[in-house]
């Protein structure tokens, strides 16, 4: 057994847990948020009566947009999750009692 290799992991398996369930929920928060901007800015397009309308066409724009929105949150886009969680795991580190990677300095 190596003794380097047993403190070269600076957090735990619950926390590096932690931390992947933070993030997840930071990506999805910012899903629900570009989800609803979305739907804001289609509100203020004017709806033509060419091709007519129908609950079914509505429903497929909202699932549409969700899936959008989804997919700017994974790819940094807008960068809100990325902020959330910064902030968030540093507070969760410090309710853990873990040092942050950056040091007292940062």
Do not use: W
């Amino acid at each position: 057994m190596n003794i380097n290799s047993v403190g070269a992991r600076s957090i735990p398996d619950a926390t590096s847990r932690q931390d992947a369930k933070l993030r997840e929920a930071c990506q999805d928060l910012e899903a629900v948020f570009l989800n609803h901007l979305l739907k804001s800015m289609r509100k203020t397009i004017t709806k033509s009566d060419l091709f007519g309308s129908s609950k079914e066409e509505e429903f497929f724009q909202e699932m549409m947009d969700y899936e959008v929105s989804k997919s700017m949150s994974k790819t940094h886009s807008m960068g809100i999750a990325d902020m959330l969680y910064k902030q968030l795991r540093g507070d969760m580190l410090r309710q853990n009692g873990i040092q942050e990677e950056r040091g007292k300095n940062g």
